[in-house]
């Protein structure tokens, strides 16, 4: 389980984007990777990073990324194969 985050609001592009912290599968590690997401276009109503309704787009972003739930087959992948990778039997894998 990974901690709560707020994640960081900004401007590029003409567009407010938020930036946060996610753990993927990567060649059979788990790594902590930063991640962006875009959040709005700049306009009237989205003036500025601190305005309510851009905060409001990334706390409800936000909230799903904090609870974002691991799937049976990202933890078949990060806890079955690894072992099995170590001792690889024909019946394992499919293979002869």
């Not at 109503?45 to 739930?69: E, G, I, R, Y």
Request: proline fraction near 4%; include cysteine; hydrophobic fraction near 35%.
């Amino acid at each position: 389980m990974s901690r709560y985050q707020r994640g960081h609001i900004y401007e590029a592009f003409g567009a407010f984007h938020v930036r946060f912290y996610q753990t993927e599968l990567r060649d059979g590690q788990l790594s902590r990777v930063q991640k962006s997401h875009r959040l709005c276009a700049k306009d009237r109503k989205h003036h500025s990073a601190k305005s309510k309704p851009v905060q409001l787009l990334s706390d409800d972003f936000m909230h799903k990324v904090n609870t974002a739930t691991v799937t049976e087959a990202f933890a078949q992948a990060c806890w079955f194969l690894p072992s099995r990778r170590a001792h690889p039997r024909p019946a394992s894998f499919g293979g002869a």
